[in-house]
């Protein structure tokens, strides 16, 4: 009756997955637009992308929950490049804000950046 011991270790590892679900992300914009915030999320864009230079492609003048950081510019020699800009939802759990890259879905922490869900109004 090995199997026993085995099952029942199995059904406990799966009830302690449950309860270790990742905090409801929705989608938030920036609750400001100052030159410390836009700095935060340029520092935490750098660290997600692993460049140290972001240029943030224009938004419009509405809140948005997305925002675009466009590709480094081509080096002096090239002619065209492939380098598309790279999208980013911007998301809160209600503490802290997060950005979530469109293309892939990973998630990467947004230290010191100001977000507000985006229901709420201003």
């Known amino acids: 009756m090995k199997t026993l011991p085995i099952f029942a270790s199995l059904i406990i590892a799966s009830l302690g997955a449950c309860v270790s679900q990742s905090p409801i992300q929705t989608p ?27 240029k943030l492609g224009a938004n419009g003048d509405a809140p948005t929950t997305q925002v675009t950081v466009l590709p480094p510019p081509r080096g002096k020699h090239e002619m065209n490049s492939p380098a598309m800009p790279t999208h980013f939802d911007i998301v809160t759990d209600g503490i802290e804000c997060s950005l979530i890259q469109q293309d892939t879905g990973e998630i990467f922490p947004a230290p010191g950046v100001a977000c507000v869900p985006a229901s709420v109004t201003r």
């Open 28 to 54: 938030a914009t920036l609750a400001d637009t100052n030159e410390a915030n836009i700095a935060a999320l340029k520092s935490a864009l750098a660290d997600a992308m692993g460049r140290a230079n972001i």
